[in-house]
Each structure stands twice: as structure tokens, then as C-alpha cells.
């Protein structure tokens, strides 16, 4: 906000951006909250930019000074990412607990970094397929290049002279719930089935796993009781004849 767009220097009433440090005051309306933070000379305010110089110092004598800079300096402008900035920053979700620079800062670092291993990746994959096509030796490799760590494939080597035959471990789903054993846990419909289910209708008080599985089994050991009944009345007319 400008001088002369408010005398008393502070966001009009009906302002909705960003006011830094709001979040550290309260009982205030917006206006006072506003005029407080840009007169109070107590408020924590940090004047140096995102790329600033860190210098290093001992009894006011300076003897390290480190640039900040960055292949992003072009995007992310030093005088536009300051606190109160609400712009997109990549990674910044990620991190917590500091200041507003140094968030920006580690976020940035950490994007170029991620951005920098993308491109070593890409650029391995293709020298990869140069070796495999035997284009390039690996004396042509880059210095810095991870294929120059890589393990040679070795034979594998059998770990016992007899091994287990192999098994697949893969549940049948084509088997029938109406084929399974009563102490089989898979014999139920799960959750969300919408088909009909046998003898469900007098059950009730469990979970639907646990109430179709114990009408299943109501409902097969009728059926097999129906069966046996019919083959001992079979029997018994093949006797009388």
C-alpha cells in the first residue's frame, strides 16, 4: 500500500490478501492488525532478499561470504519472493518450522537438486543403450556418470541342488462358495455385494462378511442334507424291488 492511497498507511477495510504476520495476532480487525505490524518497530521483519549474500563474522570481522545463487535466479526473482508472498514455490508443502526465506530457499534447493537428478537419469538411460548396442565403450562415459558404479552381472548361482517345485500361491476365484468346506473363510460374499444371497434373510447383529458366510453354510449343509435324504430313498426303492 502507497502513502497516498491511505494516509495512516495501513489495508482498507474489505482487504482480504495477505498481511504478514497475521498469524501471530489476534482480537484485532484487519485494518488495526495492519497498522500495528507496519508501525511496530518490535514486529520480526527480515529486510534481506531470498538470495542475499550470507556472511559470516567473528567480532564484526568478516571472513566468509557465500552467494546464494541459482540457475532459477531468471524465475524466482530475489525481490519478489519476500515474506508475504503467496505465489506457487515447488516443494515448499514439504517443509515446516522455519522463516519464510529459509523455506523458500530449501524448497528451491531442493527443486533444482530433483530437477538435476532427472536429468543425470535421462542422460544415463541413453549412454546405457549406447553400451548395450556397444556404440560406446565405458571409457567414453562422462566422469560423473553412475554407470561407471554399476555392478556386472554376475550367473546367478542355484541355491540348492534340489529346489522346491514350484507352487502357485494364487487364490482360485473361479472355485463356487457353494463348493467350499463350511470351515473355509473365503466361503462369503464380501462387502458391497449386490447379488442374492441364500437364507441371509433371518440373520442379523454381524458383519455382512460374517452373516453370509454362516447363511452359506446354512444353505449347503440343507442342500447336501437334501441330497443324501434323496439317495438313501433311491436305496431303499432299489431294495424293495
Not at 503467496?86 to 530457499?105: A, C, S, V
Request: glycine share 4%.
Amino acid at each position: 500500500m502507497k502513502k497516498k492511497v491511505s494516509k495512516n498507511y495501513y489495508h482498507l477495510p474489505g482487504y482480504t490478501g495477505k498481511i504478514p504476520q497475521e498469524s501471530y495476532m489476534f482480537g484485532l480487525t484487519r485494518s488495526e492488525m495492519s497498522r500495528r505490524i507496519f508501525h511496530n518497530s518490535y514486529i520480526h521483519t527480515r529486510p534481506d532478499t531470498l538470495f542475499s549474500p550470507t556472511i559470516d563474522s567473528i567480532d564484526d570481522q568478516t571472513f566468509d561470504i557465500r552467494a546464494n545463487s541459482s540457475i532459477t535466479d531468471q524465475i524466482y526473482m530475489s525481490d519478489i519472493i519476500t515474506s508475504g508472498y503467496t505465489g506457487h514455490i515447488p516443494t515448499i508443502q514439504e517443509k515446516f518450522g522455519k522463516n519464510m526465506k529459509n523455506l523458500f530457499l530449501k524448497s528451491i534447493i531442493d527443486f533444482e537438486n530433483d530437477q538435476t537428478q532427472k536429468r543425470y537419469y535421462k542422460l544415463d538411460f541413453k549412454l546405457q543403450k549406447l553400451l548395450d548396442d556397444n556404440s560406446i565403450t565405458k571409457q567414453d562415459l562422462p566422469t560423473d556418470s553412475m554407470l561407471h558404479y554399476t555392478c556386472e552381472h554376475m550367473p546367478l548361482k542355484s541355491i540348492s541342488k534340489q529346489a522346491e517345485f514350484y507352487r502357485q500361491n494364487e487364490k482360485d476365484w473361479n472355485q463356487s462358495v457353494y463348493k467350499m468346506r463350511n470351515n473355509n473363510s473365503e466361503k462369503r460374499f464380501i462387502s458391497g455385494y449386490q447379488g442374492h444371497c441364500p437364507r441371509l434373510f433371518d440373520l442379523f447383529g454381524e458383519t455382512y462378511s460374517v452373516l453370509t458366510h454362516n447363511a452359506l453354510n446354512n444353505f449347503t449343509d440343507i442342500y447336501r442334507q437334501k441330497m443324501i435324504n434323496e439317495n438313501q430313498k433311491a436305496m431303499f426303492s432299489l431294495v424293495d424291488c
